[in-house]
């Protein structure tokens, strides 16, 4: 939780997504003497964080665990002074000179963004999902789980996001049935086990979320197992979601930023987006080829914009060095 300081000083500049573009922003925009916040769901949020086995990052022999990767820049950034939070952006206001991001919890104002969200949001929903959204389909428990006090959930995901939203459900949910599609989670071991300890978390591994039951509320959720043809319905009052998939992800922008028609965030010169000091990187771009170290060189290109941005400059104000 930040303190009182971090939530009302204006920040010279709020990076959303804290893979390696994000994290690598970071750094160098720390390194200017920035005010510099990265906001971001979890380590394995992304898709490095997910990513079993890297081998090809320059100057890392390896192999070495996308997570691990991560972490290692993002100390990097926390040495220059950067500061990290994990929250969820639900909304921007990013009009004028003064941008305002807003969390599940909290509000911060900044001088310049620097989107780094990536690409796994989902193509598509499954049937019911649409129809009973804010009607028991929820995709923040922060925001909803009190509504469901003593009454079975539902939480479909492997990743951090939704282990650490499984566990604030604890406070709330009579049973929790944790729906993994995978037959593995992809997530923290330290969260996987204080998950699997909560006895009223029922954990589903390899299972399919097939659909969601209910005409005018949520009365349940259709599962299958893997290798089995037939379905199974389970009886609950709310749907916690946490999937990911290849879209990029834009939601929290609430169509303030222009975008391409695949969805990806549409660049000027320096990676600027049409709003003036709001910057995209990596896979947010149609053009950008889903590499680590392509990502880690939007990010550097960003934090130089942003340096240049915020003093009026055409050239960065400081030497970078190597």
């Given at each position: 939780?930040?303190?009182?300081?971090?939530e009302?000083?204006?920040?010279?500049?709020?990076?959303?997504?804290?893979?390696?573009?994000?994290?690598?922003?970071?750094?160098y925009?720390?390194?200017?003497?920035?005010?510099?916040?990265?906001?971001?769901?979890?380590?394995?949020?992304g898709?490095?964080?997910?990513?079993?086995?890297?081998?090809?990052?320059p100057g890392?022999?390896?192999?070495?665990?996308?997570?691990?990767?991560?972490?290692?820049?993002?100390?990097q950034?926390?040495s220059?002074g950067a500061?990290?939070?994990t929250?969820?952006?639900?909304?921007v206001?990013?009009?004028?000179?003064?941008?305002?991001?807003?969390?599940?919890?909290?509000t911060?104002?900044?001088?310049?963004?620097i989107?780094?969200t990536?690409?796994?949001?989902?193509?598509?929903?499954?049937?019911?999902?649409?129809?009973?959204l804010?009607?028991?389909?929820?995709?923040c428990?922060?925001?909803?789980?009190?509504?469901?006090?003593?009454?079975?959930v539902a939480?479909?995901?492997s990743?951090?996001?939704?282990l650490?939203?499984?566990i604030?459900?604890?406070?709330f949910?009579?049973?929790?049935?944790l729906?993994?599609?995978?037959?593995?989670?992809?997530?923290?071991e330290k969260?996987?086990?204080?998950?699997?300890?909560f006895?009223?978390?029922?954990?589903?591994?390899?299972?399919?979320?097939k659909?969601v039951?209910?005409?005018?509320?949520?009365e349940?959720?259709?599962?299958?197992?893997?290798?089995?043809?037939?379905?199974?319905?389970?009886?609950?009052?709310?749907?916690?979601?946490?999937?990911?998939?290849?879209?990029?992800?834009?939601?929290y922008?609430m169509?303030?930023?222009?975008?391409?028609?695949d969805?990806s965030?549409?660049?000027k010169?320096?990676?600027?987006?049409s709003?003036?000091?709001?910057?995209?990187?990596g896979?947010?771009?149609?053009?950008?080829?889903?590499?680590?170290?392509?990502?880690?060189?939007d990010?550097?290109?960003?934090?130089i914009?942003?340096?240049?941005?915020?003093?009026?400059?055409?050239?960065?104000?400081?030497?970078?060095g190597?």
């Amino acid at each position: 939780m930040a303190d009182q300081e971090t939530e009302t000083k204006p920040y010279d500049v709020i990076i959303i997504g804290g893979g390696p573009a994000g994290s690598s922003a970071a750094i160098y925009a720390a390194r200017a003497d920035l005010r510099t916040l990265v906001i971001d769901k979890g380590v394995s949020a992304g898709a490095l964080g997910i990513t079993a086995k890297v081998s090809n990052y320059p100057g890392v022999p390896g192999p070495i665990k996308g997570s691990d990767l991560v972490q290692n820049i993002r100390q990097q950034a926390e040495s220059f002074g950067a500061t990290f939070l994990t929250e969820r952006v639900v909304g921007v206001d990013l009009q004028g000179d003064s941008k305002t991001i807003y969390t599940t919890n909290q509000t911060f104002t900044t001088r310049a963004v620097i989107l780094a969200t990536g690409s796994m949001g989902r193509t598509s929903s499954v049937p019911g999902e649409e129809q009973l959204l804010g009607r028991g389909v929820s995709y923040c428990a922060t925001c909803d789980g009190a509504f469901f006090r003593n009454q079975p959930v539902a939480v479909i995901g492997s990743n951090d996001e939704a282990l650490e939203e499984t566990i604030f459900l604890t406070k709330f949910a009579s049973q929790i049935e944790l729906i993994v599609p995978t037959p593995a989670f992809k997530a923290d071991e330290k969260l996987i086990a204080e998950v699997t300890a909560f006895p009223k978390v029922n954990v589903r591994l390899g299972t399919r979320f097939k659909a969601v039951v209910g005409e005018t509320k949520v009365e349940g959720i259709q599962i299958q197992s893997r290798g089995q043809t037939a379905e199974e319905t389970l009886a609950v009052n709310g749907v916690f979601i946490f999937l990911q998939g290849g879209k990029p992800i834009t939601d929290y922008l609430m169509g303030q930023v222009t975008l391409l028609p695949d969805g990806s965030i549409d660049i000027k010169e320096e990676v600027e987006t049409s709003l003036p000091g709001v910057y995209a990187i990596g896979d947010l771009l149609s053009s950008h080829v889903k590499q680590i170290a392509l990502a880690t060189a939007d990010g550097v290109k960003a934090a130089i914009a942003v340096d240049k941005f915020l003093h009026g400059r055409t050239k960065p104000k400081i030497d970078w060095g190597t």
